[in-house]
């Protein structure tokens, strides 16, 4: 939902900070999980397959308060720099930064030597200018009853999706020109590192499930679509999950999501296991969209 500071952003009466290198937002108009996090991940990786060096800025949601950027990698403290920026910097194998001020954020990230930022969640922080924007939203759920926060799930109203670049879609369901995209996951990994196996050895058995996400319903319908017997645990999204929280006492195992294990250390017992997921999307609707991309990042260096 715009506040009285985004539209003076808006409106240019509040001027925003232009990068060194080109901007690539990722973000949604709606509250709760949309798949952002693996998008942004396909996403440096598939600039990093064209060339390029990416970096990734984030808020960092959850995590402690702190009046300058930090940087992250995969060991980082969960409370200082907050779940999904493990994630990022794990699974995206880029610098990564994170700041309320995502502007200052890429500051850090410039002596790294990127050459492109993304922006996770950055569609409101009209604080950075942005090159390129990307919308995406639940297929399942829509834009909800097409209300405001708190009367509904909106950030902002549904013509927002008129000025960004791209709409993705998590799943079924169609916007103007978008494009649609699923999250698969073939793979359990225990999180002690000992082992990985097939989400199909699970058939038939009854587990713990696992879930701190905006949209836990996703992950407990995954693992049932591989006839898994669940308990559910639906935690608020960016819990500061305990050990204690997670820890049943009986011999069922426990599956988690990929954000969740990064709250913990590798040092738990074989029965915790985390599944990630990955981005697919049409070879040639993908291709499409990174060429596209490519235009714009090329017409910022001849703007320079």
């Known amino acids: 939902m715009l506040n009285l500071k985004e539209l003076l952003y808006r409106h240019q009466i509040l001027s925003a900070r232009r990068a060194e290198v080109p901007v690539i937002v990722v973000g949604n108009i709606t509250t709760g999980g949309t798949g952002k996090t693996p998008t942004v991940i396909w996403l440096v990786n598939e600039l990093r397959d064209k060339g390029y060096t990416p970096g990734i800025v984030s808020r960092g949601y959850g995590r402690r308060k702190s009046n300058s950027p930090i940087k992250v990698n995969k060991n980082s403290n969960v409370s200082v720099v907050g779940d999904e920026p493990i994630l990022l910097a794990k699974r995206g194998g880029c610098p990564v930064a994170v700041d309320t001020n995502r502007a200052r954020a890429v500051s850090v990230l410039i002596d790294d030597g990127v050459d492109v930022i993304v922006a996770d969640d950055g569609l409101q922080h009209l604080q950075l200018e942005r090159d390129f924007e990307i919308c995406v939203i639940d297929g399942s759920r829509g834009l909800g009853n097409l209300r405001l926060i708190p009367s509904g799930p909106l950030r902002e109203m549904p013509r927002r999706l008129?000025?960004?670049?791209?709409?993705?879609?998590?799943?079924?369901?169609?916007?103007?020109?978008?494009?649609?995209?699923?999250?698969?996951?073939?793979?359990?990994?225990?999180?002690?590192?000992?082992?990985?196996?097939?989400?199909?050895?699970?058939?038939?058995?009854?587990?713990?499930?696992?879930?701190?996400?905006?949209?836990?319903?996703?992950?407990?319908?995954?693992?049932?679509?591989?006839?898994?017997?669940?308990?559910?645990?639906?935690?608020?999204?960016?819990?500061?999950?305990?050990?204690?929280?997670?820890?049943?006492?009986?011999?069922?195992?426990?599956?988690?999501?990929?954000?969740?294990?990064?709250?913990?250390?590798?040092?738990?017992?074989?029965?915790?296991?985390?599944?990630?997921?990955?981005?697919?999307?049409?070879?040639?609707?993908?291709?499409?969209?990174?060429?596209?991309?490519?235009?714009?990042?090329?017409?910022?260096?001849?703007?320079?």
């Open 162 to 304: 008129r000025s960004v670049d791209q709409v993705l879609i998590n799943g079924e369901g169609s916007f103007r020109d978008s494009i649609s995209f699923k999250l698969l996951a073939s793979d359990a990994n225990r999180l002690n590192g000992t082992l990985s196996q097939p989400l199909q050895a699970f058939r038939g058995k009854t587990v713990h499930a696992i879930a701190g996400i905006g949209n836990p319903a996703r992950f407990f319908e995954l693992l049932r679509s591989y006839d898994i017997q669940i308990i559910e645990h639906n935690f608020p999204d960016h819990a500061e999950l305990t050990y204690e929280e997670i820890n049943f006492d009986d011999q069922f195992e426990v599956l988690m999501t990929e954000k969740d294990a990064v709250k913990f250390s590798k040092k738990l017992p074989d029965k915790f296991w985390f599944i990630p997921v990955d981005l697919n999307m049409n070879s040639t609707m993908s291709s499409d969209l990174i060429k596209r991309i490519e235009m714009r990042l090329k017409s910022y260096g001849e703007k320079q």
